[in-house]
DNA sequence: TCGTTCAATCAACAAGCGTTGAATGAGAGG
DNA sequence: CCTCTCATTCAACGCTTGTTGATTGAACGA
């Protein structure tokens, strides 16, 4: 009979901790970026030690790794226009609800190699999957212009903050790139 | 009668010395960004003393905002039309030449609040410019999506340096990226 | 020519960083 | 109850950083 809220276990505590941990290094990270964000701040900011966090985690590359670590969300393929409407609604999303751990991506991306890596893998199979949807020649580019788009958006909206596309709806948003999104997708139709 | 080649003065010698000092930062903030660069790192590259650097630019964040001012590039208002195609030779020019400078600004710009405030100061006219030429309600929201496009595919090809972005021609990006930019400058045709 | 200026170097500081290893003290297991 | 485990803390290390002040020596002005 295991009271409800009776004392933790060891193995509770621990993984309470961490994910402790991990909650303030992804908002950290997200805030200030690799280089910016201290093992020192984490730490803090979780309630505990520094040591422990190097305990736990073995370096701050490692523990980067681990509050970062998402799953990239799937991307049906399908037809052209099918794959525009999924990329819309893709970014919609993440116009949405606002995950720290990309963001903490995107922040260190720039900065930081692992980051880069990160990035380009999380980017890779969704690239793919446009392409494959893109019935011309040139579909990688026009896959990697749609994947520049998105996150140029993105980077402006919630790292950079400029005051009209923060403001802006999400709907407001994608309908207003719904026509790029198109002729991004879809051969010059003569 | 003052030699060619003669030893140079006293001013001349400080002037030479200043610009290599910026070359150098130029070139290693564009690289790595404000908060991997170190001042040693500049000064060696320009192959001076670290105190040096100190003794003429007074600090680190004032040798970035001396390395990395630019003069904004002029974008002539007109049409929206017109300034739809403005803005495309503009990002073609800026996909030709590679400005240390504004690689600097974008690099730093995520985790350096200074480098941020200069990209919004340097991106400001050139919105309103955008702004006023396109005859929606909406507008500023449109020159903020085009501003975050140019941007966006500008970190991708050469921060980034996704493959398909930095080994396509200017002119190809271009030609993909008209009617995007044709759809956000003019209004909904019906 | 003499004193001043000033470009340039050098050595050092204080602070902050990631990281380590020993110490503590409370749970777990027999 | 005794021992082992382990979550957690603490103090310190070696290093790098931005920044400073003294110092040198050559160009400059009178």
Known sequence: MTEPSARPTRAQQRHRTEERILAAARQIFAELGYD??????VASAAGVDAGLVMHYFGSKDLLFARA????????????????????????????????AASLAVLRSMLTNADAADRYRAAAEPQLNQITEAIPTPDADLRASLLSAIVHGV??????LRLTHLADASPEQIIDLLRPCFQSLTTPPSK
């Open 36 to 41: 910016r964000t201290t093992i020192r701040a």
């Open 68 to 99: 970062v670590e998402v799953p990239a969300d799937e991307l049906p393929g399908g037809t052209s226009g099918e794959v525009a409407e999924a990329l819309l609604t893709s970014l919609g999303r993440r116009l949405t609800s606002e995950p």
């Open 154 to 159: 993105i980077a402006e909206r919630y790292l």
